[in-house]
């Protein structure tokens, strides 16, 4: 863990002597936290560990005085059940110029293997690229062999190129995962979503069968399916909040070494996958702040911007 904690803080986020680094996280992570505290103590760094109560839901705000914490940090480490990624407090850390290093769901084995170890800055430039075809398009279509088919209006929104490394001031990232993602125009994306590969939040992990998503005038409109369906339906309709059945984000994995494992960070970065991210949108361009965020995963996805193929069935083709 100390090696995988070790690349955390030379590789993806540059840590140097003195610099004010905050670790958040809940009494179920400590352990983790304790191993990457212990390697930004090892580099010199001035180490604050905070420990909060568990968030209910992806998404959610973390007590006040620790948003004042990430606030006032140079690098910030979140080792979470439940993230944070999407909450007002990471978007202000990162506009007062915090680097943001997002751990959600994070478990012992992903200090160890899969895609901690993977080639963050070989991939960059793809990331890098992808997110610009992402910025310069106006429309997305979305299609996969198992029906997902949904097109949604990109004009001039921002893509967002998470490429695992955060090195200046104001830059977020999650790890292990590398995505390139975007934030769709409210009310733009029409059509069905089908999940497939996972939803990795909530006790669901793998799917055992598809997921059906109708969406229309940019939110879900019906979720149907087998147990797990039910099961994301029936959160979704105990949050009583509309924001959080918007289409959020549409997102492609870039990591060679993440694997499909049921685990958040682990599999929305899987190489040749997209997923929709549902709710908030706040923290990628968007105008949605919702009580949560969480994604929907497919494989072999094709993507057309503006008509033009640059995704066919997983593979890139820019």
């Known amino acids: 863990m100390m090696q995988g904690a070790g690349r955390l803080m030379d590789v993806c986020a540059k840590v140097k002597k003195n610099e004010k680094v905050l670790i958040v996280t809940d009494y179920q992570k400590v352990s983790i936290a304790e191993v990457i505290a212990s390697a930004a103590h090892e580099r010199g760094a001035d180490v604050v560990l905070t420990v909060m109560t568990k968030r209910e839901l992806d998404g959610a705000e973390p007590p006040f005085h620790v948003a004042a ?21 990471t978007k202000e850390a990162i506009e007062a110029g915090a680097r943001g290093i997002m751990l959600s769901a ?81 009310g733009s994306a029409e059509g069905v979503i089908v999940a497939d590969a996972s939803i990795p939040y909530y006790n669901i992990g793998i799917l055992q069968e598809p997921v059906y998503y109708e969406v229309t005038n940019g939110k879900i409109i019906d979720i149907t399916g087998g147990k797990q369906a039910k099961q994301i339906s029936s959160i979704m309709k105990g949050v009583q909040n509309e924001a959080v059945y918007n289409i959020a984000q549409l997102a492609f994995g870039l990591n060679p070494e993440c694997k499909m494992r049921g685990v958040m960070l682990d599999d929305e970065g899987v190489y040749g996958t997209a997923h929709i991210g549902i709710g908030t949108s706040t923290l990628l361009g968007g105008k949605i702040k919702a009580p949560g965020h969480y994604d929907a995963l497919m494989w072999e996805p094709t993507l057309l911007l503006d008509d033009k193929t640059v995704l066919k069935d997983g593979e890139w083709i820019i």
């Open 106 to 186: 994070f478990i012992p084995d992903q200090l160890i293997e899969g895609g901690i170890n993977g080639d963050f800055e070989k991939v960059a430039p793809l990331c890098s690229k992808v997110a610009k075809l992402l910025t310069n398009a106006n429309t997305a279509q979305l299609t996969t062999p198992k029906g997902t088919n949904i097109i949604m209006r990109l004009n001039n929104r921002p893509g967002n190129a998470h490429t695992g490394l955060a090195h200046s001031p104001g830059d977020f990232t999650t790890v292990p995962n590398i995505e390139s993602s975007i934030s769709p125009v409210e």
């Open 69 to 89: 914490a990430m606030k006032s940090s140079d690098v910030i480490f979140t080792p979470l059940t439940h993230s944070i990624t999407h909450s007002n407090a």
